[in-house]
């Protein structure tokens, strides 16, 4: 888990928090789980839910945890789901044998992992199967089953390996030191991490900048972030160059605090805050069009969630204020004329619904993947009824 701590760390150290003890092991998959990969709330199920809630609190822990019996029913539930099409439930009724056994006991469901992997593919099987095993690290107190530790980067890894960038980041943190790495066939880098960085960790940053390159902007923010605390002997104007295109990929790519930082690096030409270092030239309409872009990252497209107020454009006078000509008592030499700040923002609006588009793209092609596997769904009650498994029928 080094690694992810790092990135843990990193992370804070870019939202510009003060400083927090070092997180334990389930705060880090806590943070990796909700904040950097797998689904949200919203997307589980109530079964699924309940059970991650139990685990996630003290309630699995005390006293007022659940029995071995009601874990059994709580089980043959998430089942029942699961083969009405639940996916997660699917992949948190694999794990859970592994997590804890009172909840399956009875009942052999080795079926289920080998149909997610052969149904969903391995870059999305493994990536959902390693989601459900970092999800366990995150209860409290701390769970210590070994095979989580174990199966988790496992199948990350896999997934990694088939492509998913999804996995690429968690998987990095469980790669051998040493420089005797080959890129697997095809997935070489179009800018490898230079040696002042990668020596001595070639895998580890192979994967965290394979994955910036295929799109995830916590590994744009991630990789910027290495560049922009420069040690003694590195290049600056490169180091702050790539530092640039990474948390503008970083902000293209949804993250609204990268946006923030390249606000404020464009305006003053320069930062070193927390240990960075970054030069630039002072550039006023970069600085706008990060703020703005920001600014509709962080209120899905609006300026403000008030409607009303963002449809006065008041948010974006705010932004403007600094900027523009003819308003007084600005701290900031001004340099942007109004069809100038116009296109800025119109520019921001664009960027945005790029990045929406694209994830409504993703979205729709992983609902696509999970419908197929749905429509195979009779061959693993099939599986499961020949190793004894009870199933309860269709309501």
Request: net charge negative.
């Amino acid at each position: 888990m080094k690694y992810a701590l790092s990135l843990f760390s990193a992370l804070f150290w870019l939202a510009m928090l003060p400083a927090v003890a070092m997180a334990t092991v389930a705060e880090e998959a806590k943070f990796f789980y909700e904040e950097a990969s797998g689904p949200t709330d919203e997307e589980l199920s109530s079964e699924v839910g309940f059970i991650r809630y139990t685990y996630t609190t003290k309630l699995s822990h005390s006293r007022l945890g659940l029995d071995a019996s009601e874990k059994q029913y709580l089980f043959n539930e998430l089942l029942t789901n699961a083969l009405q099409g639940d996916i997660h439930a699917l992949a948190m009724a694999a794990v859970l044998p592994h997590v804890d056994p009172e909840f399956s006991e009875g009942s052999d469901v080795t079926p289920i992992e080998p149909w997610l992997i052969r149904h969903l593919g391995e870059a999305e099987g493994h990536w959902l199967l390693g989601v459900f095993y970092l999800h366990w690290l995150s209860g409290f107190p701390p769970l210590s089953h070994a095979p989580v530790y174990m199966n988790a980067p496992d199948h990350f890894r896999k997934s990694a390996l088939a492509g998913n960038r999804k996995s690429m980041l968690f998987a990095s943190g469980h790669v051998p030191k040493g420089d005797d790495f080959t890129p697997p066939p095809g997935q070489e880098l179009k800018h490898p991490m230079p040696d002042y960085i990668a020596k001595g960790e070639r895998e580890k940053w192979y994967w965290a900048v394979r994955a910036a390159e295929l799109g995830d902007a916590w590994a744009n923010a991630f990789v910027g972030s290495e560049y922009a605390h420069v040690q003694p002997g590195w290049p600056v104007e490169e180091t702050s160059r790539m530092v640039l295109c990474y948390w503008d990929r970083a902000a293209r790519f949804g993250y609204y605090k990268a946006g923030s930082w390249l606000s404020l690096i464009f305006e003053n030409g320069i930062n070193t805050d927390h240990g960075t270092h970054i030069v630039t030239e002072q550039d006023c309409k970069k600085a706008f069009f990060y703020g703005a872009l920001r600014a509709r990252l962080k209120t899905d497209g609006e300026y403000l969630k008030d409607k009303k107020k963002s449809e006065a454009g008041a948010a974006a006078e705010f932004h403007a204020q600094n900027y523009l000509k003819g308003i007084p008592k600005i701290n900031f030499a001004p340099c942007m004329t109004q069809s100038q700040y116009e296109a800025a923002l119109k520019e921001s609006k664009i960027a945005y619904d790029e990045f929406k588009a694209r994830q409504a793209e993703e979205k729709a092609a992983q609902q696509a993947l999970y419908d197929k596997a749905r429509k195979a769904l009779p061959e693993l009650r099939a599986e499961l009824a020949a190793v004894g498994v009870k199933i309860r029928e269709e309501q």
